[in-house]
């Protein structure tokens, strides 16, 4: 049987209905599935979150926190992706040695000609968009390009556009999977639609059931491409769809910078002295590959290298994530072994209660479960912040600056259709289960 795991990333449980709505020939197949909520917990970036779907690890054992970790100091980020993760990816275990896995717009997963035929999903500082080479044989290949870095829209203030561009780019990547998913030497193949993110960020909420958007008529155009696409997919017997969204979208209230608080706690010193934000050359690059160089840097600026790492025990250098400034860790690091377990509990209890006092059951903590001892040498959050309705700023972006709140950002919840056959599937799902459910069924 041969399988694929469609991500409609970006939308609940509560789109469903609309969405089914918009795709009137899936409807028939999907309205039968079983919806089973999933709870990604603390996490909240796709990649975080991809990370436990893949390996069905937990952050603290797959190392996989966010977009990027810092390696030889808190102040200098890199781009997280597969080479990253301690764990195995385990959702493709089942490939059949003579077959390749279709992998199209999924976040961390790089390309390996010989096990993979693989469309990028943007993150990646590297000017290959499409795996193997063979594929640009084919004109629509070459035009392919992911759509990335969604956010840089609502600083541009140029949403609409964007909103254009965003449709045009998944309306190019259906017909490249298509392509792809007609080819018969495949078992394994997760496709992700990042549209639905993408438009949530730029739109809003509810976009699928609004009927006056600008955006509307284009938007329908793609979803009865996507519509035809999916209905012939779910005709053919052999063929079995997951459909799954890691996570969804709620209103964004406020925004809370994580290092003020720190250096307000006096455990974090942001260094004024530097005038220039440091480009985020990983960034750019990865940008200029999309956009054909024609994204300045400007654009891509960020907080790295704000921070006094010789006066800072701990800093968020990643969205929700605190780490400690552990000498073992980092080449400017602060604090020694011994002083590991007391700062980074200091912190604990310091965040703790002005979290609480602010914002109530709303802010959650997750304390790093796994005793330092039995860590991997490699940096590792001691705590993973959200709290809801609250966007957490982080050195991704320009400035420690708090700034307006987005429209939208991501919450836990999100969803897995499980096909009616099988019927002793949970009834609430964690990230780190798919790889069960998929590999079990
Ligand atoms: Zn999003």
């Given at each position: 049987m041969r399988r694929i795991l469609l991500s409609f990333d970006?939308?609940?449980?509560?789109d469903v209905p609309e969405l089914l709505h918009r795709l009137p020939k899936t409807r028939r197949f999907v309205e039968t599935a079983k919806l089973i909520p999933l709870d990604t917990g603390v996490l909240r970036s796709s990649q975080a979150i991809w990370a436990e779907l893949l390996t069905g690890e937990p952050w603290h054992r797959n190392g996989c926190y966010g977009y990027a970790h810092p390696c030889k100091s808190l102040n200098e980020l890199e781009i997280s992706n597969e080479k990253d993760l301690y764990s195995r990816v385990q959702l493709l275990k089942n490939e059949a040695k003579q077959s390749r896995s279709v992998l199209i717009n999924v976040p961390l997963l790089k390309p390996n000609s010989s096990s993979r035929v693989w469309l990028s999903d943007g993150s990646f500082p590297t000017n290959i968009l499409v795996s193997p080479s063979e594929l640009l044989r084919d004109a629509s290949f070459q035009e392919y390009k992911p759509h990335a870095y969604s956010h840089v829209a609502g600083v541009l203030g140029i949403r609409n556009i964007m909103a254009y561009r965003c449709v045009e780019s998944e309306q190019l990547r259906l017909s490249c999977t298509l392509n792809l998913l007609?080819?018969?030497?495949?078992q394994r193949a997760i496709w992700r639609v990042s549209l639905f993110d993408e438009l949530s960020h730029l739109i809003g909420l509810r976009f699928l059931g609004a009927e006056d958007l600008r955006i509307t008529e284009t938007l329908q155009h793609f979803l009865n491409a996507l519509d035809d696409g999916l209905s012939q997919l779910f005709e053919q017997s052999q063929i079995e769809i997951f459909i799954i969204s890691s996570y969804s979208h709620e209103k964004c209230l406020q925004r809370l910078n994580l290092n003020k608080l720190l250096a307000h706690g006096r455990f974090l010193t942001i260094d004024y002295d530097v005038q220039e934000f440091r480009d985020g050359t990983q960034r750019v690059a990865a940008m200029s590959a999309i956009r054909e160089g024609t994204t300045g840097p400007a654009l891509m600026r960020s907080s790295e290298g704000r921070l006094r790492t010789a006066a800072t025990q701990a800093a968020s250098p990643v969205y929700g994530c605190v780490l400690i400034n552990s000498r073992v860790w980092f080449e400017d690091g602060l604090v020694d072994a011994a002083e590991h377990a007391a700062t980074s509990q200091h912190v604990y209890v310091y965040l703790k209660k002005i979290l609480d006092n602010r914002f109530g059951a709303a802010a959650k903590i997750e304390v790093n479960p796994q005793p330092l001892s039995e860590r991997t040498g490699r940096p590792c959050p001691e705590l993973i912040i959200s709290i809801d309705g609250v966007d957490l700023i982080d050195v991704e972006d320009p400035g420690l600056l708090d700034t307006f709140p987005p429209r939208t950002m991501h919450s836990p919840s999100g969803f897995l259709a499980v096909p009616a056959k099988y019927t002793n599937s949970p009834d609430l799902l964690k990230p780190t289960q798919l790889v069960e459910i998929l590999n079990e069924f």
């Open positions: 970006g939308l609940g449980i509560q007609s080819r018969t030497d495949w």
